[in-house]
């Protein structure tokens, strides 16, 4: 089976999504596992290699049907959207347009089967929304675009993948959101996607709410055993390699020396810091759950506009990012 095809959406053109895919190509890792296409505008790629001193070939295409996946070479899916004089580090209606529409011919792809996984630069959420697309991030976008109701942020560095019931809404309310249903979706979310990445017996493992994850109610009121365990005995019952709850504050140690292929975190917190204190440089956000099967990974990030076309901004969670999406795509096993 030939390497899966990774669309790379540029991101804002007026940060540092252009510099950083320049260097990451530059760097000759993405041609060893899978054959990157960038998706955004030609004219745009052209300057980031000059700012970059890559001395890359860009070649604008208009499908994947007509790229070579060269090594030295990037080839763009030209969409023309942007002056190829557009500045840097400013909130611009064009350019959060643009990003919005490198996302959307993205899925239109994926969708065809025309590339296997995508994987994101970042957006400036201002700008998007002064464009008119009233989206919080990506995720969101992904999911109007595909349909798709239950999703999950799943983050990944090296040695440890991590999978949410809850993301961005706080403490208290996150407790309330969990239930069996919502438990026992992420859960099959986490062994689908291993499973479609090429792992035979996907071992999970389900993180407590609690310390000690209730220490047989020791602390809480009892939400493993209402939230968590009956969900977990149903998935078990499935044939999922599922165990948990365990506490928190060694699991995420087990799992990183190899017991586990995932986690699946209650909250926000509970699964970031694991990742985050790995190195910011090694994370990466990836959604899964989508309709279609359709993975998108995303650098750990932002647009960086105060430091956007000084060729000084870090490719290493793009690279990253890339990797995860050669591994995560369905058709890359």
């Known amino acids: 089976m030939k390497n899966p095809i990774i669309g790379i959406t540029m991101g804002d053109a007026a940060g540092v999504g252009p510099e950083i895919i320049s ?19 030609y004219e745009l790629m052209e300057r980031a290699v000059a700012i970059t001193k890559t ?41 959060g347009n643009a990003a919005f529409r490198y996302v959307e011919k993205a899925v239109e792809l994926a969708k065809e089967s025309k590339i296997h996984a995508i994987c994101t630069a970042p957006l400036n959420k201002e700008a998007m929304q002064k464009a008119g697309h009233m989206y919080p991030g990506h995720t969101e976008i992904l999911a109007e675009l595909t349909g798709t109701k239950d999703f999950s942020m799943m983050l990944s560095a090296p040695t440890l993948k991590v999978i949410h019931l809850t993301t961005h809404v706080g403490l208290r309310k996150a407790i309330d959101m969990i239930n069996p249903e919502r438990t026992h979706k992420v859960i099959t979310l986490a062994d689908e996607t291993l499973k479609n990445a090429g792992v035979q017996n996907p071992r999970i493992a389900v993180c407590g709410i609690n310390p000690h994850a209730g220490e047989n109610g020791l602390f809480g009121e009892g939400e493993e055993e209402e939230k968590l365990i009956p969900a977990i005995k149903q998935a078990q019952e499935e044939g999922i390699n599922v165990e948990g709850p365990y506490p928190a504050d060694t699991l995420f140690f087990r799992a990183a020396r190899g017991d586990f292929d995932m986690v699946v975190a209650c909250y926000h917190d509970q699964g970031h810091v694991p990742i985050k204190v790995m190195g910011l440089e090694a994370g ?5 759950g989508l309709k279609g099967g359709i993975i998108r990974t995303s650098v750990d990030h932002g647009t960086a506009f105060d430091i956007a076309g000084k060729n000084i901004a870090d490719e ?5 990012a890339y990797k995860d999406a050669v591994e995560l795509a369905p058709t890359s096993k």
């Open 284 to 288: 990466v956000n990836i959604t899964v």
């Open 23 to 41: 260097k990451a190509f530059a760097s000759g890792e993405l041609f060893q596992s899978g054959r990157p296409l960038v998706i955004g505008d």
């Open 55 to 95: 001395e890359l070939n860009v070649v604008p295409v208009k499908d994947p049907t007509e790229c070579v996946f060269e090594p030295g070479t990037i080839e763009v899916l030209d969409l023309k959207l942007l002056p190829k004089d557009l500045p840097f580090g400013q909130v611009s209606e064009e350019a």
């Open 316 to 320: 290493r969670s793009l690279i990253a």
